[in-house]
């Protein structure tokens, strides 16, 4: 099974700041990445696929980047309603597998 | 617009079972993959199993030989069967429909979640 793993697992920001969160693969899959965003009581969000594609709706603060093992979600200006938890997933092989998460809270 | 609605969560002690519902609308369910992901209290997520349009399916070891999904295309329906629950089942369960295409696997819309508990 591909393991993710994030990092940091928690930051504290203020509205303005530009936020970068990582992400890491035990092995090599492509681009075949995405990242989501959960607010509590609420259901995931697709922010991203295949590593750098915008889901349509999201805003363009939000950029991804990376290939292969690393990657990077990018919230350029961070706004109020983007104080979430974000998660990775590798899309590149079954079982399908999460990153343990990154929390983005006020500073 | 794409929505889709779980249903069947519920209390039920170890060893029970319970079938999950997912209603979809909106767009041409039969075209799409799908996807179970669920989420213990306070913890992240996990991918659970997955069914294309067809009959291929595909599950988690820590639900294999225990889960059973399916679709009902004529009825724009996804399941999940449930058998020999434990407590550490216990999670919101989530339906997912997979975004498909070049980019398949990752999971573009979602339901609100239904909540089993397994406890005693």
């Known amino acids: 099974d591909i393991q993710m793993t994030q990092s940091p697992s928690s930051v504290s920001a203020s509205v303005g700041d530009r936020v970068t969160i990582t992400c890491r693969a035990s092995q090599g899959i492509s681009n075949w990445l995405a990242w989501y965003q959960q607010k509590p009581g609420k259901a995931p969000k697709l922010l991203i696929y295949?590593?750098?594609s915008l889901q349509s709706g999201v805003p363009s603060r939000f950029s991804g980047s990376g290939s292969g093992t690393d990657f990077t979600l990018t919230i350029s200006s961070l706004q109020s309603e983007d104080f979430a938890t974000y998660y990775c997933q590798q899309a590149k092989s079954f079982p399908l597998t999460f990153g343990p998460g990154t929390k983005v809270d006020i500073k | 617009q794409v929505q889709l609605a779980e249903s069947g969560g519920g209390l039920v002690k170890p060893g029970g079972s319970l079938r999950l519902s997912c209603a979809a609308s909106?767009?041409?369910?039969?075209?799409?993959?799908m996807n179970w992901i669920r989420q213990a209290p306070g913890k992240g997520l996990e991918w659970i199993s997955y069914i294309e349009s067809g009959s291929t399916t595909y599950y988690a070891d820590s639900v294999k030989g225990r889960f059973t999904i399916s679709r009902d295309n004529g009825k724009n329906s996804l399941y999940l069967e449930m058998n020999s629950l434990r407590a550490d089942d216990t999670a919101v369960y989530y339906c997912?429909?997979?975004?498909?295409?070049?980019?398949?696997?990752?999971?573009?819309?979602w339901g609100q979640g239904t909540l089993v508990t397994v406890s005693s």
């Open positions: 909106g767009f041409t369910f039969s075209d799409y993959s």
């Open positions: 295949a590593a750098s």
């Open positions: 997912a429909r997979d975004r498909g295409g070049v980019s398949a696997w990752c999971e573009d819309y």
